[in-house]
C-alpha cells in the first residue's frame, strides 16, 4: 500500500468515490468478507454504486441525525444495503455508530432536523426512534 499524496482536510475534502482513484479503497470496498455479507443481504448480483468515507475532527460539534438511508438515494426498487467498515478507534464517546434492529423493514419519510449542528437537514423525528433499543 502507497501513501497518497491526497490529504483529506476537515473541509472541502472530496470524500466519495475513493474506490474510483485508490486501488487500497476498492480492494478494502471489496474485500471477501465486505462482499460475502452483502451476498448474504441481497443475494449473488451485487453492484458497488457508492462508497464514501465520514471524517469528524477533534471539536466539530455536528452530528448525524437519526435516519434511514435509503431516504438519500435516489433509487427504484430500492434494493440496496450499506457496509459500514471503521478505520479508526471507534468508541460511544467519539461518536460510533448506532442503530436500531429490524428498523430497515419500513421506509420512514424524514422531515427537517432544524437544528444547525446536524450534518443532515432532515432526519427522522424524536417520535420515530426509540434509542432505548439502539445498539
Excluded at 471489496?30 to 462508497?51: C, F, N, R, Y
Excluded at 435516489?74 to 459500514?84: G, H, K, L, Y
Aim: charged share 20%; proline share 5%.
Amino acid at each position: 500500500m502507497g501513501q497518497s499524496k491526497y490529504e483529506p482536510k476537515a473541509t472541502g475534502a472530496n470524500l466519495s468515490a475513493w474506490h474510483h482513484r485508490h486501488r487500497w479503497a476498492y480492494d478494502l470496498a471489496t474485500h471477501p468478507s465486505i462482499v460475502e455479507a452483502m451476498k448474504q443481504i441481497l443475494g449473488d448480483d451485487l453492484v458497488l454504486w457508492a462508497m464514501h468515507f465520514w471524517y469528524k475532527e477533534p471539536g466539530n460539534s455536528k452530528f448525524i441525525p437519526w435516519h434511514q438511508d435509503i431516504n438519500y438515494w435516489p433509487m427504484e426498487p430500492a434494493i440496496n444495503a450499506t457496509a459500514w467498515v471503521t478505520l479508526g478507534f471507534s468508541i460511544q464517546e467519539n461518536g460510533c455508530l448506532k442503530l436500531i434492529p429490524g428498523t430497515h423493514r419500513e421506509k420512514v419519510e424524514h422531515v427537517s432536523v432544524g437544528d444547525a449542528k446536524s450534518a443532515f437537514a432532515e432526519g427522522l423525528s424524536e417520535e420515530q426512534v426509540d434509542e432505548s433499543k439502539a445498539v
